[in-house]
Nanobody
Framework: QVRLVESGGGLAQAGGSLRLSCVVSGTIFGLSTMSWYRQAPGNQRELVAR???????EYTDSVRGRFTISRDNFKNMVYLQMNNLKPEDTAVYYCGSSLAPGSWGQGTQVTVST
């Protein structure tokens, strides 16, 4: 059974930074593409960034240049460094694994104030 546990969210001011972490168990982490998603109130969950097993990365346009996704295969962890935060980044952030589609953790709340 795959388990994903996100952490690192919180309250930040616009222009500030946060680093999200996600620890994964129950799957072959090193072979999976890992992704970060977010869901704001009233909105659908959207893909923010993904990193392949070969460490290729992709970002949605709204975060490119501000967010950086990375992974540590020894620790089974994926990270999202978020810089220059904007109020529109406010959402619950979730990580996902390509080897466990539809499996989600509890998410971590990110709130960016003006």
């Amino acid at each position: 059974q795959v388990r994903l546990v996100e952490s690192g969210g919180g309250l930040a001011q616009a222009g500030g930074s946060l680093r999200l972490s996600c620890v994964v168990s129950g799957t072959i982490f090193g072979l999976s593409t890992m992704s970060w998603y977010r869901q704001a109130p009233g909105n659908q969950r959207e893909l923010v960034a993904r990193i392949s097993s070969g460490r290729s990365t992709e970002y949605t346009d709204s975060v490119r240049g501000r967010f950086t996704i990375s992974r540590d295969n020894f620790k089974n962890m994926v990270y999202l460094q978020m810089n220059n935060l904007k109020p529109e980044d406010t959402a619950v952030y979730y990580c996902g694994s390509s080897l466990a589609p539809g499996s989600w953790g509890q998410g971590t709340q990110v709130t960016v104030s003006t």
